[in-house]
């Protein structure tokens, strides 16, 4: 039997998944012992589920995941206007020594899987997309180079940069967080955000007490939302067209939002407050992420074979390895260290909703807000990390082919 869902009939699907996984992770305490996100626990419910009835030969699903791309925006939107300079200077010496390690950690992953190709006897360029191309890159750098690289002869190179996006986007989900939760706990870090009582003065001086949250307040808010997005994906392709820049479309609408609550800042058009924008945030990232987890096609990963897996596994080691034993320590050892660990392995494998997911995870577990870890890991997740990783994929296409 084949199910066949509409972008509603989805959409609906994963809010119940989305409130099944929160219901789940209250009961289950090893779920909330090990920090595991939310829309995680449904969304890869479902994908697993699917899998065996499809492995079965049960029944399979397709799903319409058109509401998945503007619940991005949604939220990264969001992101934006909660991210004032002086917010964003915040992040300091800590966002240089981050992004670096984003940089370098592109660089690794192709070392990491062209290397370890050559020694299995597999393409050279099967490797580099099991590397940064589909870890870092995620699934959009994935659809794009996978073809390519089977252009120039590297036989099922497409299907190996969706199994490998798919790998990174579970593990990195899945990982990340029970990672930071074990190194606050192993060294007993001190449960403080070192930035957290100057921002909360900053935003009681910058913005009105927050009030009740209502459906006026909310209203607002989306009303400012929803243009922002429309003129975040404009700002996008006229960037594309004029000067042939090209930019994930939520990169464009969170840079639109920041240079509105900045101007906002000043000339105090309206009113933002931030339990409203969080709450927005919050369900957007939930269903978009629940989404993009039960969309997984799982049996990819069986049909790809051992070599594959084991160049995957070791990527992931060698991230974790790098997140534990030279991030963190560079990052100062402390709450917010651990918080940007689980945002590097997040999106280190899967995708920068990965990492914010993961550090929600962390933060809610702890109850302690790490700002400086919401504003450096989008930053430097969604656009600065490609500075290096695309010019580098390009490269490694050409000589290896």
């Given at each position: 039997?084949?199910?066949?869902?509409?972008?509603?009939?989805?959409?609906?699907?994963?809010l119940?998944?989305?409130?099944?996984?929160?219901?789940?992770?209250?009961?289950?305490?090893?779920?909330?012992?090990?920090?595991?996100?939310?829309?995680?626990?449904?969304?890869?419910?479902?994908?697993?589920?699917?899998?065996?009835?499809?492995?079965?030969?049960?029944v399979?699903?397709?799903?319409?995941?058109?509401m998945?791309?503007?619940?991005?925006?949604?939220?990264?939107?969001?992101v934006?206007?909660?991210g004032?300079?002086?917010?964003?200077?915040?992040?300091?010496?800590?966002?240089?020594?981050?992004?670096?390690?984003?940089?370098?950690?592109?660089?690794?992953?192709?070392?990491?899987?062209?290397?370890?190709?050559?020694?299995?006897?597999?393409?050279?360029?099967?490797?580099?997309?099991?590397?940064?191309?589909?870890?870092?890159?995620?699934?959009?750098?994935?659809?794009a180079?996978g073809?390519e690289?089977?252009?120039?002869?590297?036989?099922?190179?497409?299907?190996?940069a969706i199994?490998?996006?798919?790998?990174?986007?579970?593990?990195?989900?899945?990982?990340?967080?029970?990672?930071?939760r074990?190194?606050?706990?192993?060294?007993?870090?001190?449960?403080?955000?070192?930035?957290?009582?100057?921002?909360?003065?900053?935003?009681?001086?910058?913005?009105?007490?927050?009030?009740?949250l209502?459906?006026?307040?909310?209203?607002?808010?989306?009303?400012?939302?929803?243009?922002?997005?429309?003129?975040?994906?404009?700002?996008?392709?006229?960037l594309s067209?004029?000067?042939?820049?090209?930019?994930?479309?939520?990169?464009?609408?969170?840079?639109?939002?920041?240079?509105?609550?900045?101007?906002?800042?000043r000339?105090?058009?309206?009113?933002?407050?931030?339990?409203?924008?969080?709450?927005?945030?919050?369900?957007?990232?939930?269903?978009?992420?629940?989404?993009?987890?039960?969309?997984?096609?799982?049996?990819?990963?069986q049909?790809?074979?051992?070599?594959?897996?084991l160049?995957?596994?070791?990527?992931?080691?060698?991230?974790v390895?790098?997140?534990?034993?030279?991030?963190?320590r560079?990052?100062?050892?402390?709450?917010?260290?651990?918080?940007?660990?689980?945002?590097?392995?997040?999106?280190?494998l899967?995708?920068?909703?990965?990492?914010?997911?993961?550090?929600?995870?962390?933060?809610?577990?702890?109850?302690?807000?790490?700002?400086?870890?919401?504003?450096?890991?989008?930053?430097?997740?969604?656009?600065?990390?490609?500075?290096?990783?695309?010019?580098?994929?390009?490269?490694?296409?050409?000589?290896?082919?």
């Amino acid at each position: 039997m084949h199910i066949s869902l509409d972008a509603v009939a989805t959409t609906a699907l994963a809010l119940l998944l989305l409130a099944t996984g929160a219901g789940l992770k209250r009961r289950l305490n090893w779920l909330e012992h090990f920090c595991v996100p939310t829309p995680v626990i449904g969304g890869f419910g479902f994908a697993l589920l699917a899998w065996l009835l499809r492995d079965m030969g049960i029944v399979t699903f397709e799903l319409d995941t058109a509401m998945q791309s503007p619940l991005m925006i949604a939220f990264f939107t969001t992101v934006g206007l909660g991210g004032s300079l002086a917010l964003l200077k915040k992040g300091g010496k800590a966002l240089g020594v981050y992004l670096v390690a984003c940089w370098l950690l592109a660089l690794m992953q192709n070392g990491v899987g062209i290397g370890m190709a050559s020694l299995l006897g597999l393409d050279p360029l099967i490797g580099l997309m099991a590397g940064a191309t589909s870890l870092e890159g995620g699934f959009g750098a994935a659809a794009a180079f996978g073809p390519e690289a089977e252009a120039l002869g590297a036989q099922g190179a497409a299907t190996a940069a969706i199994v490998s996006a798919t790998f990174g986007m579970i593990v990195g989900g899945v990982i990340g967080a029970p990672i930071a939760r074990w190194i606050i706990d192993r060294r007993q870090l001190p449960l403080v955000s070192e930035d957290v009582h100057d921002l909360e003065r900053l935003a009681e001086a910058e913005r009105p007490t927050q009030g009740q949250l209502d459906g006026r307040v909310l209203l607002n808010v989306l009303a400012v939302v929803v243009p922002v997005m429309v003129l975040g994906v404009w700002f996008k392709g006229l960037l594309s067209s004029q000067l042939g820049i090209i930019l994930p479309s939520y990169v464009g609408a969170m840079f639109v939002a920041i240079l509105l609550r900045n101007l906002n800042d000043r000339f105090q058009w309206i009113s933002l407050p931030d339990n409203a924008l969080s709450s927005v945030g919050d369900v957007a990232l939930g269903i978009f992420l629940t989404m993009a987890m039960m969309n997984l096609k799982i049996w990819q990963l069986q049909e790809m074979g051992g070599p594959l897996l084991l160049i995957l596994l070791v990527q992931t080691l060698a991230i974790v390895m790098l997140a534990i034993f030279v991030l963190f320590r560079l990052l100062g050892r402390n709450y917010d260290a651990a918080v940007l660990t689980a945002g590097f392995i997040g999106h280190g494998l899967g995708a920068t909703p990965n990492a914010v997911a993961n550090m929600s995870a962390v933060c809610d577990h702890y109850r302690v807000i790490s700002h400086k870890a919401f504003i450096i890991v989008p930053l430097c997740g969604a656009v600065l990390i490609d500075i290096v990783a695309i010019p580098a994929i390009t490269w490694c296409l050409n000589a290896f082919a």
